[in-house]
């Protein structure tokens, strides 16, 4: 599994990291930081952030 965030779009509200906290995690600065490659036993957590994301900015490829 792979996931792709759209830096352009991201405005790092942070919903996916309370969705998926093993895989995103904001910085000191509040910008958001992730795991592109995370274990597949994530998935369900990461498409839930994905679901979450007001902007739509993150897509699972694979």
Do not use: T, W
Request: aromatic share 4%; glycine share 4%; proline share 5%.
């Amino acid at each position: 599994m792979k996931v792709v965030v759209d830096i352009n779009k991201c405005q790092d509200h942070g919903q996916c990291v309370f969705a998926a906290p093993d895989v995103f995690s904001m910085d000191d600065d509040g910008h958001l930081l992730y795991v592109s490659d995370p274990d597949e036993a994530l998935r369900d957590e990461v498409e839930e952030a994905a679901d979450v994301c007001p902007l739509q900015a993150i897509r699972i490829a694979g």
